[in-house]
Structures are given as C-alpha cells and as structure tokens.
C-alpha cells in the first residue's frame, strides 16, 4: 500500500467516514488492540460511535513504511474531550482500560500501529502506546 492510499484511510478515519474507513479492511479481518476486538463492522461502528460522541480523536502520520504485506507506522494520536467520559461510563461499556476524559482535556498520545494485508486489504491491526 502506498502512503496515499494510506492518507485516504487516515482522512475517512479522522472524518468518522465508518464505512470509508472499513472498505479498506478484508471481510474476515481481526481488529484488535488494547484488549478490543473489533472484528466485524458493527462491533467497529458501535465502538467508534460511542467513542466518538465524548471525543473528537485524529490520528497525525509521523513515520510510515509498507510493503505488500504490512503497513507500519509511527504517529500521533489526538484525543479532545468533547464531553465528560468518566470512569463509570467507560466502566460501564465495559472499557476500564481506557483512561477518562474531561470535557476540553487534549490527550496525545504516541502510537505504533502495524497492518498485516492481503490483495491490498487489511486483514489484521494491532497497535502500541510508547
């Protein structure tokens, strides 16, 4: 994948474009990371819908490299509270891992994210915090 066609799904992504963003994926892909599993469409509009309603996130490219096979990158993810996420609620979506958010809190967090591909799909996604 070159990193223009990346940029497309990183632009569909930041502009909450769900099914733009999973058009990018294989039928059968595995979503996962930090203990989510997301692999089907409606876990990943149900998660990202939620998630998106307390916070306006974005992802800034910073390093990127790919072949046929894997995509990885290197970047910046932002996260703006739009309003309060609290402990009870992620607690409630049974999402403790996450760490609340205030209300215009700006959260940046640094992420190394890998995608395995097949016929120019993703078929699998995992990513890291430094």
């Known amino acids: 994948m070159e990193r223009a066609e990346y940029e497309h799904y990183v632009q569909a ?8 963003v999973l058009d990018f994926y294989a039928p059968d892909a595995r979503i996962g990371f930090f203990g989510i599993d997301l692999s089907d469409r409606d876990a990943f509009k149900r998660f990202y819908s939620f998630l998106h309603s307390y916070v306006k996130e974005s992802v800034v490219i910073e390093r990127f490299a790919s072949s046929d096979e894997l995509v990885a990158l290197e970047g910046i993810v932002r996260v703006e509270g739009l309003r309060d996420l609290t402990a009870d609620v992620l607690k409630a979506q049974g999402l403790e891992q996450f760490m609340p958010i205030a209300k215009g809190e700006v959260q940046n967090m640094r992420q190394y994210i890998h995608y395995h591909l097949a016929d120019g799909k993703f078929t699998s996604v995992g990513c890291t915090m430094a």
């Open 13 to 20: 992504f930041n502009d909450r474009d769900y099914d733009k």
